[in-house]
């Protein structure tokens, strides 16, 4: 399933309202890039997708080679990456929103097993497709643990950031 | 890498305005939070990128800039959730338009005719946007536009952190989830994956795992909280009942800091393992309890009174993760007060040695085998490592189906077990058979594992933060050390569906019997990992923890 932010990427394509550069404009350049929303792309376009993950838990099979690739393509580019990845819940994403979110991810599932149990195989595929935007926690802890062991210098690349002397205080 | 106070995207484009970077690459989030631009995708092979100019955006959609706050919200494209009139709207973006259009003016008065509810998260959000609290590259947390924001704040973000605290999370050192749970005050259960309807799930999330919860929330309190904390209860609210609100009596728990402040083990007691042994990084749990298999070793260890601090402080990697890894292990019983391995610690020493013995741990590595052993004690001391049924076998199919019923007790308490290895398995979406019986169960050890997860963070956090800890320590240490803590990759199901597999066609008549491999189309090493599979048991099992019930 698609999700939100991606139906707003696909229609501005449509509308032509992205501009489109060759990737060298980016080289010796420094990118923040938005964890949760890279992680996001991964588990739902339709190229990475990985439709059973909700009937098989842990990680997606093809993650970390999705996620080495796409590093030493930003190497390659010479490009150096810092992944921010969400921390503390907004407010605004209060426990009516938590509880509806997962009643609608729970029903789906309920309705893929169901299909399963009837031998309907390619349906039910497609209905655990539908609830893999919702990562469970332990693929951001992965990530985090698999970005940071990447031997390149991601947490110091913000030069000057003398975040150490803040614990001193 | 970093973690944000809140969101993502908001501390993305902070630090982009702080020219840390030079792009910020995301969504339409980044554009909410005040990127001009933002890089939404890469095409490698092509050798292009292509980004997204919020100007272009309102031009296109005829708004104004804070149009298109409301856009972004209101459509759900961003942080919140879409109200219930646009849920039926063919097209979400249309739909949002048509809201944000007809009302004519903006922000919080704007939408009278949207849903309460709604209109009361819209409120929370736009303010979110307006002040998002963020961690400046010099380390300052900060709230953007904090001159004009009213004295609510917390109403609107949540109840404040220290901010060393803020900074061990930002580091990576903590997760955001336990710190979640403290300044919103609630632990709030989602159903599972297999959707939780057992009762033996239930209990163990309400009731089995409610006293580990509350020992992880108490660990933070003392000395590292505002007394607003120490004070105040958070209370357990579950999916299927959430109008039963359970406290969770943090403020009147005791927690084990003094016992915790007893372990300073530097590198010269560390460094006693013997050589050859694997090291902390690999098999942090492995490594402690070799290190205090020697009792002589074992008693060096203790810190009683604090004398020259400078010269106690602990400093380097390994330590700060040995030392986090001993505080967890005393505090689950497997270490006594003076240091020694308790019974439940020669237990699971025995464990490893037989992994050690049977080649377990040559094949499938100490970091897989250190997890799964002792992820198979905390489960036996929960009373769920068993045979007894606990999922609802006309909802939850896959249980095993072939031979008397020992054959089958003793198929599902192998199948359980190998919820705990790992599957090699090509990378590429699964197929083969599935059981969302075995997948209740894979849940129930998912939860716990969050759980001794969650214990282990707090461990280092309190440690790090009760003054056991050098301030030279480089971030790039904390980040380590978050890193190496264990109970950080999940196995999925995939060795538990090969093991019921092959179990159950072994109990098959054998004229009728399958070949396995053939279902499991793009598993790697089927027999290497069924091989895995009975040296688990053999460890776990040979010491006789379980017996069949």
């Not at chain 2, 002589?296 to 330590?319: M, Y």
Request: hydrophobic share 40%.
């Amino acid at each position: 399933m698609a999700t939100r932010a991606s139906a707003f990427r696909e229609w501005a394509n449509n509308e032509s309202l992205t501009t489109t550069g060759p990737i060298d404009q980016l080289k010796d350049k420094r990118v923040v890039i938005d964890a949760e929303d890279f992680l996001e792309t991964i588990l739902t376009s339709q190229s990475t997708r990985e439709p059973l993950l909700p009937a098989l838990g842990g990680l997606p099979f093809a993650l970390r080679k999705h996620v080495d690739a796409y590093l030493a393509n930003l190497e390659e580019a010479q490009i150096t990456p810092t992944f921010i990845f969400n921390g503390l819940d907004l407010a605004c994403k209060d426990r009516a929103t938590i509880s509806r979110d997962s009643r609608q991810a729970a029903r789906s599932l309920d309705e893929a097993w169901n299909l399963y149990s009837q031998s309907r195989a390619d349906e039910a595929v497609a209905e655990f497709g539908k609830s893999c935007n919702g990562a469970p926690c332990v693929i951001p802890c992965f990530l985090l643990t698999n970005v940071c062991q990447v031997p390149t210098e991601l947490t110091t690349s913000c030069a000057g950031c003398n975040l150490t002397s803040h614990a001193k205080e | 890498m970093q973690t944000a106070l809140y969101s993502a995207a908001a501390q993305a484009v902070s630090l982009d305005r702080e020219n840390f970077s030079d792009a910020v690459v995301g969504s339409i989030t980044c554009l909410l939070f005040g990127a001009a631009i933002v890089i939404v995708s890469f095409d490698w092979e092509n050798q292009t990128f292509a980004w997204l100019e919020k100007a272009k955006c309102l031009s296109k959609l005829g708004m104004t800039e804070d149009q298109f706050i409301d856009f972004s919200l209101i459509s759900g494209f961003t942080i919140l959730t879409p109200p219930a009139e646009l849920e039926n709207a063919p097209n979400y973006i249309q739909g949002a338009r048509e809201i944000v259009g007809r009302s004519g003016s903006v922000g919080f008065a704007a939408y009278e005719s949207l849903n309460k509810e709604f209109r009361e998260l819209f409120k929370k959000a736009r303010t979110a946007v307006k002040h998002p609290v963020v961690l400046t590259g010099n380390g300052e947390v900060k709230l953007i536009r904090n001159e004009m924001a009213s004295g609510d704040m917390h109403d609107v973000i949540g109840q404040r952190l220290p901010d060393e605290m803020y900074y061990c999370m930002s580091r990576g050192l903590v997760g955001p989830r336990v710190l979640n749970w403290r300044t919103r005050s609630e632990v709030f259960e989602i159903p599972p994956l297999d959707g939780g309807s057992s009762p033996a799930y239930q209990q163990l999330v309400t009731q089995k795992l409610a006293p580990l919860r509350t020992r992880t929330m108490a660990l933070t309190s003392l000395p590292m909280l505002h007394r607003y904390y120490q004070k105040k209860d958070v209370d357990l609210v579950s999916w299927y009942n959430e109008n039963n609100k359970q406290p969770l009596n943090v403020p009147d728990a005791s927690a084990p800091t003094e016992a915790a402040k007893r372990w300073c083990v530097k590198n010269s007691v560390l460094n006693k393992v013997s050589k050859g042994a694997s090291d902390t990084a690999d098999c942090s749990l492995l490594f402690a309890v070799s290190l205090l298999s020697d009792e002589a070793t074992a008693k060096q260890t203790v810190t009683e009174k604090k004398g020259d601090t400078a010269s106690q402080e602990l400093k380097e990697p390994r330590e700060l993760l040995a030392n986090t890894v001993l505080r967890f292990l005393e505090d689950r019983g497997y270490i006594n007060n003076d240091h020694t391995l308790s019974a439940w610690g020669k237990a699971l020493k025995a464990a490893f040695d037989h992994a050690k013995q049977s080649g377990y741990i040559a094949s499938a590595g100490a970091k897989e085998v250190e997890e799964a052993i002792f992820m198979a004690f905390e489960l036996h001391k929960l009373d769920i490592l068993t045979t007894s049924q606990m999922f609802p076998s006309d909802k939850y199919l896959g249980a095993p189906m072939r031979g008397s019923e020992t054959d089958k007790a003793y198929t599902l308490l192998l199948s359980r077990i190998a919820c705990l290895g790992t599957f090699h398995h090509k990378e590429i979406g699964f197929t083969g058979p599935l059981s969302r019986h075995l997948l209740g169960y894979h849940q129930m050890i998912s939860a716990v594992r969050g759980s001794l997860r969650d214990l282990v963070e707090v461990h280092a956090l309190s440690m790090f933060m009760s003054g056991a800890v050098s301030r030279e320590v480089e971030p790039i240490v904390y980040t380590s050390v978050g890193a190496n803590l264990p109970f950080v990759e999940e196995p999925d199901l995939g060795l538990s569906l090969v093991v019921k597999s092959y179990l159950d066609e072994a109990s098959n008549d054998p004229n009728k019997r399958s070949d396995i491999e053939r279902w499991f189309n793009h598993a790697y090493d089927i027999k290497g990992d069924l091989k895995k599979a009975w040296m688990m048991w053999g460890a776990v099992g040979g010491i006789e923890i379980l017996q069949l019930r």
